[in-house]
């Protein structure tokens, strides 16, 4: 369902992580790099190699 999600930015799928708080994939143009900068844009700072480490609640 969230693949094909129309509206990324008001339904924020990008906020879902993978399994161990890996960043996991990305359907929207740009892929997972820039779900990495959406995240940062709300203040949530992850490296792509390692998985985040606290809870993050929105």
């Known amino acids: 369902a ?3 999600n129309p509206v ?3 339904i924020p799928c990008h ?3 993978a399994a161990g708080g890996k ?3 990305f359907s929207a143009p740009g892929g997972s790099p820039a779900k990495i900068r959406m995240l940062a844009l709300e203040g ?3 490296e ?3 998985p ?3 809870s993050f609640a929105f």
């Open 48 to 50: 792509p190699s390692r």
């Open 8 to 10: 990324a930015l008001i």
């Open 2 to 4: 969230m693949a094909r």
């Open 23 to 25: 960043v996991g994939g």
């Open 15 to 17: 906020r879902v992580l």
């Open 52 to 54: 985040a480490q606290r």
């Open 44 to 46: 949530i700072h992850l």
